[in-house]
């Protein structure tokens, strides 16, 4: 299983920016199907983004459609979430996951390995 090491997030005005990182530790990332999950307080576990093991192929969460960027550097085994027009509805622990297959859409099941999580808080 890939191990992911997540960075980035924080805190934020709503209307603001923030990036969040998720890093590979083995040379076989490229192989993996990467996703974005987030959790808030009290609420069931919430797709955010997936990206295919080239980016060729992305999909959003409609609640993040056209706010938030998934990228790959699969060169320095890493993805990248892109945050933008932030609201405090995007308040949450987000995490990312592999899979090795790509889901439209994802079931959820299909990612095996996480991330240690990341607080955004977005304040209004």
């Known amino acids: 299983q890939e191990q992911l090491v997540q960075s980035g997030g924080g805190s934020v005005q709503a209307g603001g920016s923030l990036s969040l990182s998720c890093a590979g530790s083995?040379?076989?990332?490229?192989?993996?199907?990467i996703g974005w999950f987030r959790q808030a307080a009290g609420k069931e576990r919430e797709f955010v983004a997936q990206?295919?093991?080239?980016?060729?192929?992305?999909l959003y969460g409609d609640s993040v459609k056209g706010r938030f960027t998934i990228s790959r550097d699969n060169a320095k085994n890493t993805v990248t979430l892109r945050m933008s027009d932030l609201k405090p509805e995007d308040t949450a622990q987000y995490y990312c996951a592999a899979a090795i297959n790509y889901n439209e859409p994802p079931t959820g099941a299909e990612f095996t390995s996480w991330g240690q999580g990341t607080q955004v808080t977005v304040s209004s």
């Open positions: 083995n040379g076989i990332f490229r192989g993996y199907v």
């Open positions: 990206i295919s093991r080239l980016g060729t192929s992305r």
